[in-house]
């Protein structure tokens, strides 16, 4: 894939995106390959390394955003451990990983490496959507490169430590995401998330056994790290949010992609109009609304334009960074359809395994599509607000929930948003028995 | 018909070597019986029962819960059309609208000649080249209706065999390197590294 | 109890056991939290989101599953808070989104958890306009059970059941989110011996049994608490019936037991009663064939052949009755040994062991045995002999036990079990001394010391084929009690009450309350003597509701038995042994009686009658007294609760029982006879939960399951050793040998099915189908891969040949055949259940 990237920012991911053939062995070696694992590997221990990720703060990049430090920290003590790599990238319009997959799995597969030697993993996995078919050829050729290379197998580098590296598809299940839903799927069952509390992967994973789940980025910023250390990362972006992150910036953008940037030195308005990043909205239009972090997240309008992408900033404000995906909106967008078509999504990718979710979001999806096709009754709008509180008490966020994960709450974050800050779009759907936009 | 051909069947094997508990194959190996026959035929999921030790229920059980796995025969082609958020704002339910005309079936649909499939996707994490597609996985965007249909024309006259393998995912994906350590071995191998490690650090003391 | 905890519950503090459930521990102390997916007998899943409740973390409290969280040390819990009420209100709603509001039609309506839950918990109105979803109406998962699709709520009761307590996962669940639904594999149907504990546990009316479909509305259902008497197991039941019919089998949640849990055997057996199947009246077999007579023509008719026999020195034989219950045993007990003096009386029909195994060990209870850290078996496939004992191991592995089964072949306990791959007669001789295969004697070596260093150690025994002798498993036992003195047996045994049958001295040397006595002038001390006196002389033969054909018995034995001996069948059934009696006398079928009856660890339970009886047909013991007062001798007594006060002062061993306190809350689960000290004590019964066993509750309303005796009023138990039993000292037979020259040859190993062809199978309609086809599975040695045909010849030393379809099966060890009993009953002609094997050559080879 080949990107629009600012060069003048630190590349800590995507330093080789664009370059031809970047996923070959060759291109790796040339561009400083594998020197990262050799360090890590030959002069530090597992706790060295462990100890410059917990400097260098970096927050995970799957969604959740809990460091990742901390999160190997957490890890039971057992001879038996596993790592994961989490490469399922399905929250809608987020592409990042995608770009990673293809583009440098060669980093991908260094920074897992590294990350099972930091953490003392038995063997580690990367799992990735079935949909990436490319993606799986080129993390395939990657790891069989690797082995051939010394970088996996027996005795790595000569340094003792040994590990085996599988890549695993999945087969269409956005729920598969899920770290632990994620688990059950690589155990070869129905990708239903674990109920948390009272264990979490890091102490019952994979085959019962202490895991780690990490996202494609977080794995990816590993080389990077061992190299440089953690205190260079965390020089960068501004409090808790360190380093760089790729946002995937899509919607009615001039130029949708990827763009690796330093946390929280932007906010959303530099990069929507930034010529090097998205360079302004589609015909000149306005921003009716936006969608932060994936559409789990609850919806922004134009006055939080000026929010830094930062994850604390963004958090208060009442949404979150989550995948790393911004959707923009402009004022021609019909808000009702945009929110119908997330919970169309919602309902489709429900797991099924618990009650609110598996019924409200069926129950919903139908409802905000009775409104969209001008079916709607005034009163909807309260029993959808109800429906929504049954899935997540309060509507508050980080919001409540009724369901074992929290895509039943992810549910409400655009049907509540959408009638909040578009109430009377709604009730012209309402009123007109159809949509003003034309449909 | 009866199961795996004896190519597939060595892959499935070797596939199921990779893991430490062999259930953890089923998927794959489903996405191998869809190479072979093109969708899960029931003897193939009963061989795969067989090969990961469960019942052919929990196959099929399992299997049924990915969209990518079919229990009944699709087409030669998947055509999948996202219109999700950031495809539909670019058009992606107008394209598949136009996907429908042109193939002459609903999403889920079969063209009469067997050639195609249209399926109504959801995001495919291409949305910087939205509205976007996959043919057999393939990725294509951005897709016009102009784009659209030359793709369908070309994939009818074959002209994209190397763009668009037969579907499987697994097609192009064979490991060449063998898993190099068993369960065991991994337990024994820890105390000889825990060992290197503990030497470094004694070094690093000093 | 010593390590209970204590949290706080809506504001009270309250004790809950280390490890419990939120919801057990609620409800224990009187807090009933709803819920759909939570089954007190199955691991939780904390789906169906119902339970929820909150509980208060580090950030405050939040709403959990209750189901699922077990109480810590003061742990808050509000189980009535707004929030609560309105989460649970909010997952009713969510159900009802797509279940149908058909509840006039469905067969759940009056007992439907859902419903009730509604009513009690739900919105007030459904706002719900929506389409529902649809799917075609109701499919059969088996010949036994009918899914409808729209009504499943998901609760993943029925799949959970299949897949971790029946480890039959052949129903899962198929598709996604709100698409998601039951399913099998296409072809494949829920072959489960258990398949309906499934209807029984389905929260809604999604499952349903055949054999119940639209039978009748639960308002409509009367009910007793029973006991089982398919299998000597004893499961507890509650026996339903509507306008005189028994409609259906529900298992009752017993601790000592069943768990709550039934086969599908025991379930569904009752269809028996109902049969057509069933006689009526007394049959006489005159000059013009077989004629319907009244009670006065036939036992006119019995007593002239008895006191014909009595003149002519003809002996006078019965067989049978463990079908019957303790009542009915000691009257049939007393007309032989005092009304007719004769000492053949011979229950053990399946060839179980000698009384003194019984009488001279300790035995254990199931509870001990499913509380040890270590359960060691040797004995046939569980599953096939005892099912729900099965599923009982399969809940004693979840919860940490360690499981080996000494067993050459692999059984269905193989699945759970570390097996150690020899014959019984191997492990005889290891226990003997004699070497045999060496990490087989390791392993056995260090099972049984780590059995040995337990306090209450325990085996689970039986024979492991009909094809040996059962004097194997007592030299087995007594070498073991050598080697480990504080051993107890769980005995595997035959049919229904064969275990009381031994306690009331329907066996051969023994008499009523494990009192010796002689044999008969005639000598036979077992069933294959009598029927080998009855063969070669004129004899005059009781059979006691025993199906002779459906036993283990060589057939050509049976019918030169039958057919050279004046036969007086008291038989509930039409077979071909009803066909061929000279009188046939009808008896009562279970549901159509009171009584007691005894299981395999010695537990006497009540049996309750739910239906009068069909036709003509009599209680035994009324049958048995008629008979004797006919030839003038009067026995006493007609009614069970005073023939169980008369066993009770005859039998030391079942201390002071009265029939009262079997009826009793706190002995609702019977007695342990010998009274022993060593019984785990059971918790206080489980409150009948109408989501973990539907239908108790709402019958409930109708008529209690067991009418409860207080505590008060019972007289207590007495286990003060003042009624002990007399002692009987365990006397082994060590007179078997096998000659170094066996080896060589092929020793066939014969298993009876679950669905044995019987009449009562027969009888059943919609479990008749499932009866096994004979097979004899081969060891691949013995056959060639290329061989044609789908059967064999087996032949036996003298001669003796049978055909029989086989399989391949490479789990047998060289030189091994696995006969498996099924339709073709003359498949037993072969074999020889007196040695110490049977050895036979393959036909063709
Ligand atoms: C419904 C759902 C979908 C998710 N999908 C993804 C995903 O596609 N990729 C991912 O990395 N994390 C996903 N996550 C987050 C993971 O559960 C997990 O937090 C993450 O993989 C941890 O990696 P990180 O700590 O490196 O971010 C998802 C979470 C949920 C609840
Ligand atoms: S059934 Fe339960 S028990 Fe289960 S989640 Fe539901 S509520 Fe809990
Ligand atoms: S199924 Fe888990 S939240 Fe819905």
Not at chain 1, 65 to 80: A, H, Y
Not at chain 1, 103 to 122: R, S, W
Not at chain 3, 479 to 494: A, C, D
Request: with cysteine.
């Amino acid at each position: 894939m080949e990107e629009t990237l600012e060069r003048t920012v630190p590349k800590i991911v995507t330093s080789r995106i664009g370059i031809e053939g970047s996923h070959t062995l060759e291109t790796y070696l040339t561009t400083g390959g594998y020197s990262a694992l050799r360090k890590a590997l030959t002069t530090m221990t597992p706790e060295e390394i462990q100890a410059e990720v917990m400097t260098s703060n970096l927050l995970g990049r799957g969604g959740a955003g809990f460091e990742v430090g901390r999160k190997w920290s957490m890890l039971k003590n057992s001879p038996l451990r596993y790592l994961v790599v989490n490469g399922d990238e399905s929250e809608p319009a987020t592409f990042k990983d995608h770009m990673l997959i293809e583009g440098d799995p060669h980093q991908l597969v260094e920074g897992t490496i590294i990350t099972a030697y930091a953490v003392g993993a038995a063997r580690a996995f990367i799992y990735i959507r079935g949909e990436f078919a490319l993606g799986l050829e080129r993390v395939q050729r990657a790891i069989d490169e690797a082995y051939s290379y010394g970088a996996l197998g027996r005795d790595i580098f000569g340094s003792g430590f040994s590990l085996d590296l599988v890549v695993h598809p999945g087969a269409g299940a956005y729920i598969c995401g899920e770290e632990t839903a994620l688990i059950e799927s690589l155990e070869g069952k129905r990708g239903y998330p674990r109920i948390k509390p009272p264990f979490f992967p890091a102490v019952i994973g994979l085959y019962g056994a202490p895991t780690i789940v990490n996202n494609v980025e977080s794995m990816s910023n590993m080389p990077w790290i061992v190299n440089n250390g953690g205190a260079a990362f965390a020089s960068l972006g501004v409090g808790r949010s360190t380093g760089t992150r790729i946002f995937a910036l899509a919607g009615h953008v001039n130029r949708p992609g990827n763009y690796e940037v330093e946390m929280a030195k932007l906010t959303f308005r530099d990069l929507v109009y930034k010529p090097e990043y998205g360079g302004g909205m589609r015909m000149g239009r306005n921003v009716k609304a936006f969608i932060p972090g994936g559409v789990s997240a609850p919806w922004f309008g134009p006055d939080q334009l000026d929010l830094p992408l930062a994850q604390d900033d963004v958090a208060k404000a009442g949404s979150m960074l989550g995948s790393g995906s911004i959707v923009m909106m402009d004022d021609h967008t019909c808000m009702v359809r945009a929110a119908w078509r997330i919970t169309k999504f919602f309902h489709r990718e429900s797991c099924g395994q618990c009650t609110p979710c598996r019924e409200g979001s069926g129950w919903i999806e139908k409802m905000m599509r009775r409104i969209e096709m001008g079916a709607g009754r005034e009163s909807d709008l309260d029993m959808l607000l109800d429906a929504c509180d049954n899935i997540a008490p309060g509507l508050s966020w980080p919001p409540a929930q009724t369901t074992i994960c929290v895509l039943g709450p992810s549910i409400p974050s655009s049907v509540v948003a959408g009638i909040k800050m578009f109430r009377d779009e709604f009730l012209i759907h309402i009123k007109e028995g159809g949509c003003p936009y034309g449909r | 018909m009866s199961g795996f051909t004896p190519e597939m069947r060595a892959r499935a094997e070797k596939i199921c070597s990779l893991y430490p508990q062999v259930r953890s194959a089923l998927i794959p190996l489903c996405h191998l019986a869809q190479e072979q026959a093109g969708y899960l035929r029931e003897d193939l999921m009963i061989e795969i029962a067989e090969l990961v030790g469960v019942t052919p229920a929990e196959v099929y059980g399992t299997a049924s819960f990915y969209d990518m796995l079919h229990t009944e025969p699709v087409g030669k082609y998947l055509v999948g059309v996202c219109t999700n958020i950031a495809c539909l704002l670019q058009g992606g339910e107008e394209l598949l609208e136009h996907a429908e005309e042109k193939l002459g079936v609903a999403p889920g649909g079969t063209t009469e000649d067997g050639l195609f499939t249209l399926e109504d996707m959801e995001c495919i994490a291409h949305c910087n080249k939205a509205p976007a597609l996959q043919v057999n996985y393939r990725f294509f965007g951005p897709v016009d209706e102009e784009a659209f249909d030359s793709l369908i024309d070309d994939l009818r006259e074959g002209k994209l065999v190397d763009e668009v393998p037969s579907h499987g995912t697994l097609i192009r994906q064979e490991r060449s390197a063998p898993i190099a350590l068993t369960m065991e071995e991994v337990l024994q191998e820890r105390a000889v590294s825990d060992a290197a490690i503990a030497q470094r650090k004694a070094q690093a003391q000093n | 109890m010593a390590d209970e905890i204590t949290f706080i519950l809506d504001g009270k503090e309250i004790a809950a056991e280390p490890g419990e459930l939120i919801i057990a521990a609620a409800e224990r102390n009187g807090v009933y939290i709803p819920r759909f997916c939570y089954h007190p007998h199955m691991p939780s899943v904390g789906v169906c989101r119902m339970c929820l409740v909150e509980v208060k973390g580090p950030r405050g409290f939040s709403l959990s599953p209750s189901c699922y969280l077990t109480v810590t040390p003061g742990m808050e819990v509000v189980t009535d808070s707004p929030k609560v009420k309105k989460a649970q209100n909010g997952v009713l709603e969510f159900l009802l989104v797509n279940h149908p509001l058909d509840c006039p039609v469905c067969d759940k309506g009056g007992e439907c958890p859902l419903q009730d839950q509604v009513l009690s918990y739900g919105p007030g109105e459904s706002r719900f306009v929506e389409e529902k979803r649809h799917f075609e109406k109701p499919i059969a998962l088996s010949s036994l059970v009918y899914l409808d699709r729209e009504r499943c709520i998901q609760c993943d009761r029925c799949t959970r059941f299949a897949s971790e307590v029946a480890l039959d996962p052949l129903i899962e669940f198929v598709g996604r989110g709100d698409h998601t639904e039951v399913a099998t594999f296409p072809d494949h149907p829920f072959s489960s011996y258990f398949s309906g504990n499934t209807v029984q546990i389905c929260p809604v009316g999604a499952l349903t049994a055949k054999p119940y479909r639209f039978k009748a509305r639960p308002w409509d259902l009367d009910q007793s608490e029973s006991t089982c008497t398919t299998c000597s197991l004893g499961c507890r039941i509650s026996v339903q019936s509507s306008r005189g019919e028994i409609t259906r089998y529900l298992g009752v949640d017993s601790e000592a037991v069943n768990h709550s849990w039934l086969c599908d055997r025991g379930r569904f057996g009752y269809e028996s009663t109902n049969s057509e199947h069933r006689i009526a009246k007394p049959l006489l077999r005159g000059r013009e064939g077989v004629l319907e007579v009244t009670w006065k023509e036939a036992l006119t008719k019995v007593a002239s052949l008895i006191k014909d026999a009595q003149n002519r020195s003809v002996p006078v034989a019965f067989i049978g009755g463990s079908n019957f219950t303790n009542e009915g045993i000691y009257s049939f007990v007393k007309l032989a040994r005092e009304a007719i003096g004769t000492g053949s009386i011979e229950a053990r029909v399946g060839g179980d062991v000698s009384p003194s195994l019984i009488f001279g060990t300790t035995s254990a209870t199931i509870n001990q045995v499913m509380s040890s850290p270590l359960i060691v078996i040797s004995s046939q496939d569980l599953k096939e002999a005892l099912p729900v004992l099965y599923l009982r191991l399969v809940e004693a592995k979840r919860a940490g036990a360690r499981i080996i089964e000494i067993s050459e072949t692999v059984t269905e306990v193989s699945k759970i079990s570390e097996r150690i791959a020899i014959s019984q007669l191997e492990f005889a001789q290891f226990l003997e001394g004699v070497s045999i295969e060496s990490s087989a004697a390791e392993r056995l070596s260090k099972v049984l010391d780590d059995l040995n260093l337990l306090d209450m150690p325990t085996f689970v025994l039986g024979r492991a084929s009909y094809g040996a002798s059962s004097n194997l498993i007592e030299r087995i036992a007594s070498r073991l009690l050598n080697r480990i003195p504080k051993l107890s047996f769980l005995h595997v045994m035959g049919s229904g009450n064969i275990r009381g049958a031994y306690e009331l001295g329907a066996i051969p040397g023994f008499s009523y309350g494990r009192v010796t006595s002689k044999l008969s002038a005639f000598g036979a001390s077992n069933i294959v003597e009598i029927l080998e006196l009855a063969a070669s002389k004129e004899t005059l033969l009781f059979l006691l509701d025993e199906d002779l054909n459906a036993s283990t018995l060589p057939s050509d034995l049976v019918d030169r038995a039958l057919s050279s001996s004046t036969v007086v069948s008291v038989a509930s059934l039409r077979s071909k042994i009803t066909d061929l009696a000279e009188v046939v006398l009808p008896v009562v079928a279970a549901g159509e009686y009171d009584g007691t009856t005894t299981n395999i660890e010695g537990r006497v339970t009540r049996v309750s009658a739910r239906v009068t009886p069909k036709g003509l047909s009599q209680e035994p013991s009324v049958i048995a007294n008629e008979i004797a007062r006919e030839i003038g001798i009067d026995l006493g007594k007609y009614e069970p609760s005073e023939i169980f006060q008369e066993i009770v002062s005859n039998c030391s061993t079942f201390g002071n029982l009265t029939y009262n306190m079997l009826s009793s809350d706190r002995f609702a689960d019977g007695v342990v006879v010998p009274l022993s000290t060593t019984e785990v004590a059971l918790k206080a019964r489980r409150r009948l939960d109408p989501v973990a066993t539907p239908g108790l509750l709402s019958t409930e309303k109708v008529g209690p399951a067991i009418t409860y005796i207080a505590e008060e009023e019972v007289t207590p138990l007495v286990n003060d050793g003042s009624r002990r039993a007399a002692h009987v000292n365990f006397e082994p037979s060590f007179d078997l040998g096998i000659s170094p020259t066996d080896s060589g040859k092929i020793r066939i190993l014969v298993e009876k099915p679950l669905y044995a062809p019987s009449a009562q199978l027969d009888a059943s309609e919609a479990m008749r189908s499932l009866t096994s086809e004979a097979v004899a599975y081969i060891a691949p040695d013995l056959i060639d891969s290329d061989r044609v045909g789908d059967t064999v010849t087996l032949r036996r030393g003298d001669g003796k040949e049978v055909e029989v379809g086989y399989k391949v099966d490479g789990s047998l060890p060289k030189n091994t055949i696995r006969l498996r009993i099924g339709a073709n009953h003359d498949l037993l002609n072969i074999v020889d259940s007196s040695a110490n094997a049977t050895f036979v050559t393959l036909g063709d080879k």
